[in-house]
């Protein structure tokens, strides 16, 4: 298994820290380009002003760094505006994301990252039937499944699929592609992707499916070519 990192930009902290985080990242990047991959934007939704960390996030875009940026945790739009029009890869969260702000998801090809524990235990979503997973799943938004801290949020990747499978009856080829769109949105190179997605079809193939779209994987796999 291969383990990328995301150095972390916590909001709450000052800007100097979040440019000595882009410095050091740009750095180990250029030394380790397959394991430094991306910046991640996250900590209190309340606390920081994102317009002061975007010279920052801007440096590490043009160093080649993709960016998840947590967005629209909590009700603040013109900072969901601000943040949309800056642009990311990822959106972590999107728990207040509009539907026009949908069709600019679909659009840009911008996941949504959905932490059904998180967001219960931080108190942004009132409940697990009313989780946006739903809306954005029902919208064709690209999103993926996340736990947001495992260790914070005592939860694991596993136990969020069980969740959501709860609360909306999530079937398993839509686990199956709900994690097959986690590879595509993955800070990885396309030969990864394809590779990852091939362990994954070898894995599926052993299961026992309860319907009869899971050759639809196979298909996909074989469909996509690397540029
Ligand atoms: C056995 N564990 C796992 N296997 C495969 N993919 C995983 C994963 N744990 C996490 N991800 C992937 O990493 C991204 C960030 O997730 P966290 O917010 O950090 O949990 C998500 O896209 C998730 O699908």
Redesign the pocket.
Known sequence: ?KVKLLPSINRGEPVSVSEETVALSVDFCKLYPDIIVGIDFSGNPNKGNFEEFMPALTLARKHGLML?IHCAEIPNRSEIKQMLMFGMS?C?HGTYLTSADYAYMKQHNI?V?C?LT?NIKSGTVESLQYHHIKRLIEAEVPR???????GVFDT???N?FYLATEAFGLTQTQCID??ME??D??FASCEEKQNLKIQLDAFISQMTVKDNRVHKTKRYIEKKTCE
């Open positions: 298994m998840a990822r972590g996941a990252e932490c998180s993926v499944l996340c736990t947001d801290d495992s694991t990747l596993s969020e709900l994690t986690a590879i949105h993955a």
